[in-house]
């Protein structure tokens, strides 16, 4: 098994004459926690983006696991095993927490209308084995949560809401976990509280590989093992947190120092 979980190799993403990616070339090891950080604009969300599938770049090429992905569908990149969360809530509120988890677990319900109509032993089972999977994955991130899985998300507040977003992504069991900004909206209590929710699943999985977009300096500091700077779509730094913090370009592009 190769010890590189990701590989973006030269990738060029263009919208008209902007340039959002700009030869974005990457290598991701398997298990570790990497910090993709850059100003607004940089093209860390565009990089996501053409990863699984909802845009296709102009060049380059994506492989996960050692295999080609490039402009996969994204229902394939799923299938391969990245899972993502969204700067911007994308939770249905009016839905349980259940309900929310089990949306990230499309692919492995059987939906079918012979199944749900007539089969219905068969469905109690599903619904008992995929409760179970999911309250046991909400009860690594809160035991007071998980005991409140039947009740509608938009009552909970932002913390417990990242939460439920991170095990939606979880719960199919990926390889790849893609964390677009997930302090967004939190106090600096709450964001410390989630990094440690972070590190504890990270710690229980394994081998689970995690990139993390972040504006918070602090938390890409406590929790990533590498880092990588963008600027207009171009890397201009990677290495570890101190090292691409001294590094001027970085300093003068995205720390606001001359």
Known sequence: MSDTILE?????????????LD???????RGKIVGLIGPNGSGKTTSFNVMTGIYT????K????????????????????VARTFQRSRLCLPLSIFDNIMIGNHANLNGGLWFNLVNRRALRRQFEENYEKAHALVETFSRDLAERMFEPVGA???IERRRIEICRALISGPKLLLLDEPSAGMTHDETAQLMNDILDVRSRSGDLSIIIIEHEMGVI????????????????SEGSYAEIASDPEVQSAYLGVD
């Open 221 to 236: 500091e406590r929790i990533t093992d590498h880092c990588v700077v963008l600027n207009y779509g171009r890397k201009i």
């Open 23 to 29: 030869s974005f070339s990457m290598k991701v090891r």
């Open 8 to 20: 973006f190799a030269e990738l060029e993403k263009h919208f008209g004459g902007v340039t959002a």
């Open 62 to 81: 994506v492989i996960f696991d050692g295999t080609e992905i490039t402009a996969l569908p994204a229902r394939k990149v799923y299938e391969a095993g």
């Open 156 to 158: 909970l507040p932002m």
């Open 57 to 60: 770049p102009n060049h380059g």
